[in-house]
T-cell receptor
Framework: AQSVTQPDIHITVSEGASLELRCNYS??????LFWYVQSPGQGLQLLLK??????LVQGIKGFEAEFKRSQSSFNLRKPSVHWSDAAEYFC????????FGAGTRLTVKP | GAVVSQHPSWVICKSGTSVKIECRSL??????MFWYRQFPKQSLMLMAT?????????EQGVEKDKFLINHASLTLSTLTVTSAHPEDSSFYIC???????????FGPGTRLLVL
């Protein structure tokens, strides 16, 4: 069955610390991969996407993600987190239609 | 850019009434639009996919007579929640794409509360 898994429901990091949010997928073929961020009561903003080519993708707000085919993963990273990064993060995959992971809520400690 | 708007941003209605939510692509033509529903602290669930000029394709378990979708132009799709009930209260988000396999751009969402 096709699925998207974000193993971490909630992550807390200190401001300035590095961040990695995990995403694993299970699809028959390599789908298109996305990371979105959602602030409370808001819609979704696209951080980055992977269709093909370079497996390390750069996005907005200093985020990057690496596609690893062997691990069926597309983890999101940021070297230094800012307080404004606190939000809900969704990994999504698209293969004809888009499916979202359950989301990871990021809390940033001062 | 690729901006998508939704109107209204929030709505409160009485049980049994119908509510229409608009989704507009402001600076591009959207061949395909999607409607999602999000419950508190949960992920987005795809409700339906609509292609301009044709009937929407609904996900399993979504009542097409309950959630009427119209995609009459390349910049506008509407979702009408008919005879709304309290269990229909949710956050409804639309997205628009230039084509079926293109990147989706999301609207800001519409919060519906049915009393």
């Amino acid at each position: 069955a096709q699925s998207v898994t974000q193993p971490d429901i909630h992550i807390t990091v200190s401001e300035g610390a590095s961040l990695e949010l995990r995403c694993n997928y299970s699809y028959g073929a390599t789908p298109y991969l996305f990371w979105y961020v959602q602030s409370p009561g808001q819609g979704l903003q696209l951080l980055l996407k992977y269709f093909s080519g370079d497996t390390l993708v750069q996005g907005i707000k200093g985020f990057e993600a690496e596609f690893k085919r062997s691990q069926s993963s597309f983890n999101l990273r940021k070297p230094s987190v800012h307080w404004s990064d606190a939000a809900e993060y969704f990994c999504a995959v698209s293969n004809n239609d888009m499916r979202f992971g359950a989301g990871t809520r990021l809390t940033v400690k001062p | 850019g690729a901006v998508v708007s939704q109107h209204p941003s929030w709505v409160i209605c009485k049980s049994g009434t119908s509510v229409k939510i608009e989704c507009r692509s402001l600076d591009f033509q959207a061949t395909t639009m999607f409607w999602y529903r999000q419950f508190p602290k949960q992920s987005l669930m795809l409700m339906a996919t609509s292609n301009e000029g044709s009937k929407a394709t609904y996900e399993q378990g979504v009542e097409k007579d309950k959630f009427l979708i119209n995609h009459a132009s390349l910049t506008l799709s509407t979702l009408t929640v008919t005879s709304a009930h309290p269990e229909d209260s949710s956050f409804y988000i639309c997205s628009a794409a230039r084509g079926p396999q293109e990147t989706q751009y999301f609207g800001p969402g519409t919060r519906l509360l049915v009393l």
